[in-house]
């Protein structure tokens, strides 16, 4: 049940965005808006592959629980600035400048 109502959350709130930024949206074509929405789903399941995998990997090394769980933050906190720097860069390039904002 719980996954079901994250997963609607998570939907519901894609709604959210998208219908806030109306204005941006519109100003994309077809073929952009597909590429940007693929290179986001493209950099949300490389690093949820690279933390789930390789952060629980590396976690596993260390056997005192704390150093772990700190190992562990610090390799979420990496790879998420990793990939949303990617992910800017990208968006920037197919929407030429439209995404993600400032640059």
């Known amino acids: 049940m719980?996954?079901?109502?994250?997963?609607?959350?998570c939907i519901v709130m894609g709604i959210y965005v998208v219908a806030k930024n109306r204005k941006v949206v519109?100003?994309?074509s077809f073929s952009q808006s597909v590429f940007a929405l693929?290179?986001?789903?493209?950099?949300?399941?490389?690093?949820?592959?690279?933390?789930?995998?390789?952060g629980n990997w590396i976690a596993r090394q260390f056997s005192y629980?704390?150093?772990?769980?700190?190992?562990f933050v610090l390799i979420v906190?990496?790879?998420?600035?990793?990939?949303s720097w990617i992910l800017r860069k990208v968006l920037?390039?197919?929407?030429?400048g439209i995404l993600p904002g400032k640059e």
């Open 2 to 9: 719980e996954d079901l109502l994250v997963s609607v959350f």
């Open 38 to 54: 693929l290179s986001f789903l493209a950099a949300v399941g490389i690093a949820f592959v690279s933390i789930y995998y390789g």
């Open 65 to 71: 629980s704390a150093v772990r769980f700190v190992v």
């Open 92 to 96: 920037h390039e197919i929407t030429n």
């Open 77 to 83: 906190l990496l790879t998420l600035s990793l990939w």
């Open 26 to 28: 519109r100003e994309l």
